[in-house]
Nanobody
Framework: QVQLVESGGGLVEPGGSLRLSCGISGLVFSRSTMSWYRQAPGKERELVAAISSDITGKTYSDSVKGRFTISRDYATNTVYLQMNSLKPEDTAIYYC????????????WGQGTQVTVSS
């Protein structure tokens, strides 16, 4: 059974920081690309950041580049999203996604964590 559980969301003022965590079980973590997506009300879900299975490749959306950092810890099967200089437009539900890069190449999603940036 694969399970992805996000945590670390909350309310923060503009310019503040949050660190999101995604704990993974059941997934072949070492052979999976890990990603963070977000979805705001009335908008489509969009890719925020991704990190390859060997951590040599990272991708960021233009809107968060230079402010957000994705990382992964193989010892604890955890992926992180460090978010700095937060803006109101970053407000959304943030989802963790794992993509196995072997066999059937399955995708798995967490339930999401709310991030609200407001004064």
């Amino acid at each position: 059974q694969v399970q992805l559980v996000e945590s670390g969301g909350g309310l923060v003022e503009p310019g503040g920081s949050l660190r999101l965590s995604c704990g993974i079980s059941g997934l072949v973590f070492s052979r999976s690309t890990m990603s963070w997506y977000r979805q705001a009300p009335g908008k489509e879900r969009e890719l925020v950041a991704a990190i390859s299975s060997d951590i040599t490749g990272k991708t960021y959306s233009d809107s968060v580049k230079g402010r957000f950092t994705i990382s992964r810890d193989y010892a604890t099967n955890t992926v992180y999203l460090q978010m700095n200089s937060l803006k109101p437009e970053d407000t959304a539900i943030y989802y963790c996604k794992g993509s196995e890069r072997f066999g059937l190449r399955r995708d798995y999603w967490g339930q999401g964590t709310q991030v609200t940036v407001s004064s």
